[in-house]
T-cell receptor, first 112, second 114 residues
Framework: SQQGEEDPQALSIQEGENATMNCSYK?????LQWYRQNSGRGLVHLIL?????REKHSGRLRVTLDTSKKSSSLLITASRAADTASYFC????????????FGTGTKLQVIP | EAGVTQSPTHLIKTRGQQVTLRCSPI?????VYWYQQALGLGLQFLLW???????NRGNFPPRFSGRQFPNYSSELNVNALELEDSALYLC?????????????FGSGTRLTVV
């Protein structure tokens, strides 16, 4: 079963607005990662936040992690049409070797 | 530095046939992962190879199999293809099997079963 669940499933905003996507997970994690997928192509790694971190920035991206609530959010500021894509959170579970489990994704549409 | 390369990019097969998909990881990456993404859906974990060994597999039937070669490249084999196997098959690689550094994905192989 999927570990991460993104919310909302779809989001449509105007260019220049901010976009916020949320991810919830069920079990303890080592880190949480966000990926972008353009139109059925491969995924691109955006940012990784470790379980002992609460916030991380990369350009226009801001990721927060609340391990007590088992949730994370991805904020894209000043969105652009090129940000139109599906965004996935992925969780790396605690303890030894593990696989990374992907959520169901949020489809973001940025309208020019 | 070359990224993760997958071949072929597109494939059309007939139900009941067999298919082999190939993946070359980034140089230095020893772990290779395979995911299936049906149209409009999330990623379903298929297989994970590290240092030539199968470390974990997802909830897929045995007709999905693979292997990793000494140069860390990998193959995914699907036997007795069914219509519902139509999907984008994504390969990813990483430095370690612990997901510490995130994955680098290839562009995928689009498989259509008719």
């Amino acid at each position: 079963s999927q570990q991460g669940e993104e919310d909302p499933q779809a989001l449509s905003i105007q260019e220049g607005e901010n976009a916020t996507m949320n991810c919830s997970y069920k079990t303890s994690i080592n880190n949480l990662q966000w990926y972008r997928q353009n139109s059925g192509r491969g995924l691109v790694h955006l940012i990784l936040i470790r379980s002992n971190e609460r916030e991380k920035h990369s350009g226009r991206l801001r990721v927060t992690l609340d391990t007590s609530k088992k949730s994370s959010s991805l904020l894209i500021t000043a969105s652009r049409a090129a940000d139109t894509a599906s965004y996935f959170c992925a969780t790396a579970h605690s303890g030894g070797y593990q696989k990374v489990t992907f959520g169901t994704g949020t489809k973001l549409q940025v309208i020019p | 530095e070359a990224g993760v390369t997958q071949s072929p990019t597109h494939l059309i097969k007939t139900r009941g046939q067999q298919v082999t998909l190939r993946c070359s990881p980034i140089s230095g990456h020893t772990s290779v992962y395979w995911y299936q993404q049906a149209l409009g859906l999330g990623l379903q974990f298929l297989l994970w190879y590290d240092e030539g060994e199968e470390r974990n597999r997802g909830n897929f039937p045995p007709r999905f199999s693979g292997r990793q070669f000494p140069n860390y490249s990998s193959e995914l084999n699907v036997n007795a293809l069914e219509l519902e196997d139509s999907a984008l098959y994504l390969c990813a690689s990483s430095f370690t099997g612990r997901g510490d550094y995130g994955y680098t994905f290839g562009s995928g192989t689009r498989l259509t079963v008719v």
